[in-house]
């Protein structure tokens, strides 16, 4: 079964500095899909960010980009000019190629500081 | 804005009572999810259908149950809420052929069993 595991449970950063949440997974696939989440305070999940394993080129959204590392089944995200609307969890998620299983992390709060 | 809502947003019950979770999508969307969400831990899929009259079982074991009568709706019901089902609901949705380009969240129900 696969597992995605988010090792900082918490976060801070200063408004303005760059950040970056670490997401591991785990999976025999070969294809597969990488999420990542944001879910603000009392508000809906958004999808940040995604990423298709089959392509070695990092995902990039404006100021949130990945590191997608395939052979050590690692998925960091990172954020640039961090800005106090960016404070939220955030989920790392995983799915295989020809199935809608969508496995999540345990989630990262992080919280931008003025 | 949401294009998937959840209602109620919280929800403080007796225990014993009979109740249903809404959850509403006006996107067509055919596969629609319930996940559970408790702080610091992932979500967890509790049920999910791939379209009308189509309901399963998720991975982690609820006594819930869900019904997908209409494409855009997709309701669960607790016949006996006890106190262990006190967590946050979320519900999701993803178009044919598109859960590779992730899901989209409700805003949840926050259940409190007392």
């Known amino acids: 079964a696969q597992t995605v595991t988010q090792s900082q449970p918490e976060m801070s950063v200063q408004e303005a500095e760059t950040v970056t949440l670490s997401c591991t997974y785990d999976?025999?696939?070969?294809?597969?899909?990488l999420f990542w989440y944001k879910q603000p305070p009392s508000r809906q999940m958004i999808l940040v960010i995604r990423?298709?394993?089959?392509?070695?080129q990092n995902a990039t959204e404006n100021r949130f980009s990945v590191n997608f590392q395939k052979a050590a089944k690692s998925f960091s995200l990172k954020i640039s000019d961090s800005q106090l609307g960016d404070t939220a969890m955030y989920f790392c998620?995983?799915?295989?190629?020809?199935?809608?299983?969508?496995?999540f992390g345990a989630g990262t709060r992080l919280t931008v500081k003025p | 804005e949401a294009d998937i809502y959840q209602t109620p947003r919280y929800l403080v019950i007796g225990t014993g009572k009979k109740i249903t979770l809404e959850c509403s999508q006006t996107?067509?969307?055919?596969?629609m999810y319930w996940y559970q969400q408790d702080p610091g831990m992932e979500l967890h899929l509790i049920h999910y259908?791939?379209?009308?009259?189509?309901?399963e079982k998720g991975d982690l074991s609820s006594e819930s149950t869900v019904s997908r009568i209409r494409t855009e709706h997709f309701p669960l019901t607790l016949e006996s809420a006890r106190p262990s089902h006190t967590s946050q609901y979320l519900c999701?949705?993803?178009?044919?052929?598109?859960?590779?380009?992730?899901?989209?969240f409700g805003s949840g129900t926050r259940l409190t069993v007392v």
């Open positions: 999701a949705s993803s178009p044919p052929g598109g859960a590779n380009y992730g899901y989209t």
């Open positions: 999976t025999s696939e070969n294809n597969y899909y």
């Open positions: 990423q298709e394993a089959y392509k070695q």
């Open positions: 998620a995983f799915m295989p190629l020809n199935n809608n299983d969508m496995r």
């Open positions: 996107m067509g969307h055919d596969k």
């Open positions: 259908s791939y379209g009308v009259n189509s309901t």
